[in-house]
């Protein structure tokens, strides 16, 4: 049987038992103070909640998780879980909003609390010694010459920096602009220094690229001179190239358009997939389980809150 026509996904009882084996695999625990004292209550108006008898606090599955305060049932948020990770190229929120039977509005909401669900906390860093990392930076929006407010050049665009192992994970940043400052903070902060570092002749990397074990670049070359995918020493960036070339084909393809604002969670969801990929042994259900478990510990308002706001000047 497909997984899609699992139970969890169209029975709702089913989908809140598999939410929570996946929360408390061995025991129930309460997500606001950590107690295994609880109960789960009876009752027609209280089913589905648990008890804290330490801090006296109701709690369901979905208490502290992206779920929390969704009126979406249960099982439409695994569907949407499951399409979202078994998806390579991504899942727009019109193709939600008519799989799921949901309005555009809360499937474009959905989609973003599970990419906020996609984003890893504290990732270990790529590469070690004897292992090599490559670098590079693509560049996004502000395609369109008929549109309003074009501008030529790749500063009037979003930019981001990928570092990627061969055969191994990614590590991808939305950045404003990708200059030698910026690059070097991706750099040390996600990239262990021991590693060999293969880019292309961009200047940005040159000084950073002291700092790691050795530093290789290959020539790709422009309209005026030939260049070259693979150097005569083995460096290469195909592997980034392969990464920006799945993103930008989600990205144009079934997104078509992406604010800046947004485009941090996007990098985020293309590389969640890419570091869960088949070639690594992963499936969609494992990929789908590692995202279910995702999920806990993060939370995306509609709205910022009002304490979270800025004060206004005074007038």
């Known amino acids: 049987m497909p997984d899609i026509l699992a139970r969890q996904f169209t029975d709702e009882e089913a989908a809140i038992a ?12 309460c997500p606001l103070c950590g107690s295994l004292n609880v109960h789960r ?82 990732p270990p860093r790529l590469g ?7 670098a590079d930076e693509t560049y996004y929006g502000n395609t369109s010459k008929r549109a309003k407010g074009w501008r030529k050049g790749h500063r009037h665009k979003e930019q981001v920096v990928a570092l990627v192992e061969p055969k191994g994970r990614v590590r991808a940043v939305h950045v404003k602009s990708a200059n ?9 902060r ?36 030939p260049g070259f995918y693979v150097s005569e020493e083995g460096a290469t960036t195909n592997a980034a190239e392969n990464f920006f070339g799945i993103f930008k084909r989600g990205m144009f393809g079934t997104y078509h358009k ?20 088949s ?11 590692a995202l279910l478990k995702g999920v806990e510990g993060k939370r995306l308002a509609y709205r910022i809150p009002r304490s979270n706001q800025e004060p206004e000047a005074a007038s």
């Open 258 to 277: 992406c604010e800046a604002q947004h485009l941090a969670r996007y990098v985020a969801e293309f590389e969640f997939r890419y570091n869960r990929r």
């Open 41 to 122: 209550m009876a009752g027609k108006t209280q089913a589905g909640y648990f008890l804290c008898n330490d801090c006296r606090e109701k709690f369901t599955c979905r208490t502290g998780t992206v779920l929390e305060r969704s009126h979406i049932p249960v099982h439409k948020w695994l569907l949407a879980i499951h399409l979202m990770s078994a998806s390579k190229k991504g899942m727009s929120a019109h193709q939600l909003h008519r799989m799921l039977g949901i309005t555009y509005k809360s499937a474009w909401f959905l989609a973003h609390r599970i990419r906020e669900a996609m984003t890893e906390k504290n």
């Open 180 to 188: 030698k400052a910026n690059i070097r903070e991706i750099l040390v």
């Open 190 to 225: 996600n990239a262990d220094r021991r590693s060999e570092l293969h880019t292309d002749e961009s200047k940005l990397y040159t000084e950073v690229g002291r700092e790691f074990a050795a530093h290789k670049t290959v020539e790709h070359g422009s309209q005026y001179a």
């Open 128 to 134: 070690g010694e004897g292992k090599s990392v490559q």
């Open 18 to 29: 598999h939410l929570e084996a996946s929360r408390w695999p061995n025991e129930v625990s």
């Open 279 to 289: 070639g690594l042994g992963i499936n969609d259900k494992m990929r789908a389980e």
